[in-house]
C-alpha cells in the first residue's frame, strides 16, 4: 500500500517568490494534516483537514499561507510571498478520521524541504 | 491539551535496553499515549499508542502507571539504526484533536 506522498522533495527559491507542496494522503484516510518543522525542533501543526473542510487552522500564517483540500482528498500548501524565516521541512500526515481509537496513529510523508534564499 | 515533557537527550550502547520517559501531568480520561520515531530527512513514524498499564508490539513496550501522568517507552537491546528523535505524545480521543508534538528525545546508540 501506497504511503503519503508529498512533492517536491527539495525546493530552493528567493524570497518573496511563491511556492506550493503538494500531499496525497493514504487512500481512505479522512483526516489530513500539514506540519513545519524546523531544524532541531517538533513538527507543529499548520492545518487540519476533515474531509474537505479546515477544522483547525489556528496556527496557519494566513497573510501569506494558504491550503486547500479539493474533493477531499489530494491537498496544496501554498507560500505567497516566501519569507527568509519559512526555510523548514513541510509535513503532510494522514490518519482515519478523528474520534476514533486509532486516530492518534499519524502517517507522515518524507515532508518537502524549503530553502529561501 | 495535556503537555509533556521528556528529555531532551540520551546516551545508550549497542545490545542496552533504552527506556525513554515522558511526563503528562494533565492528561484526560479519555487521552491516548502515542510515541513516535523520526530519522534524519524522514517523517515521524508511529510505534506505539496505549491508554493504561502495559502495551507491547515488535518494536518496543510502552509502561503507563495507574494516575497515567507518565508513560515510559522501553526499547529492547537497542542496534545503531534505532539512534533518532522519539517523541511522546498525548492524544485526544475528540474533535479538537491537535496531536501537538514537543521538542522529543534525541537517542544516540554507540557501538
Known amino acids: 500500500e501506497a504511503g503519503v506522498v508529498q512533492s517536491p522533495r527539495y525546493k530552493i527559491i528567493e524570497k518573496k517568490q511563491p511556492v506550493a507542496f503538494w500531499c496525497n494522503p493514504i487512500?481512505?484516510?479522512?483526516?489530513l494534516y500539514w506540519y513545519l518543522q524546523n531544524l532541531g525542533q517538533g513538527p507543529e501543526l499548520l492545518i487540519r483537514y476533515e474531509n474537505e473542510e479546515a477544522v483547525d487552522d489556528s496556527q496557519l500564517p494566513k497573510d501569506r499561507f494558504s491550503a486547500e483540500r479539493l474533493k477531499g482528498v489530494d491537498s496544496t500548501l501554498k507560500i505567497q510571498p516566501a519569507e527568509l524565516g519559512d526555510s523548514a521541512v513541510y509535513l503532510c500526515?494522514?490518519?482515519?478520521?478523528?474520534?476514533?481509537?486509532?486516530?492518534?496513529?499519524?502517517?507522515f510523508g518524507e515532508g518537502s524541504r524549503l530553502t529561501v534564499l | 491539551l495535556a503537555k509533556t515533557t521528556q528529555p531532551i537527550s540520551m546516551d545508550s550502547y549497542e545490545g542496552q535496553e533504552v527506556n525513554i520517559t515522558c511526563s503528562h501531568n494533565n492528561i484526560a480520561t479519555n487521552d491516548y499515549i502515542t510515541w513516535y520515531q523520526q530519522f534524519p530527512s524522514q517523517g515521524p513514524r508511529f510505534i506505539i499508542q496505549g491508554y493504561k498499564t502495559k502495551v507491547t508490539n515488535e518494536v518496543a513496550s510502552l509502561f503507563i502507571p495507574a494516575d497515567r501522568k507518565s508513560s515510559t517507552l522501553s526499547l529492547p537491546r537497542v542496534s545503531l539504526s534505532d539512534t533518532a528523535v522519539y517523541y511522546c505524545?498525548?492524544?485526544?480521543?475528540?474533535?479538537?484533536?491537535?496531536?501537538?508534538f514537543g521538542g522529543g528525545t534525541r537517542l544516540m546508540v554507540k557501538p
Open positions: 505524545l498525548v492524544v485526544g480521543d475528540n474533535a479538537g484533536n491537535m496531536l501537538t
Open positions: 500526515a494522514s490518519s482515519l478520521e478523528a474520534g476514533t481509537s486509532e486516530s492518534g496513529e499519524l502517517f
Open positions: 487512500s481512505g484516510h479522512n483526516t
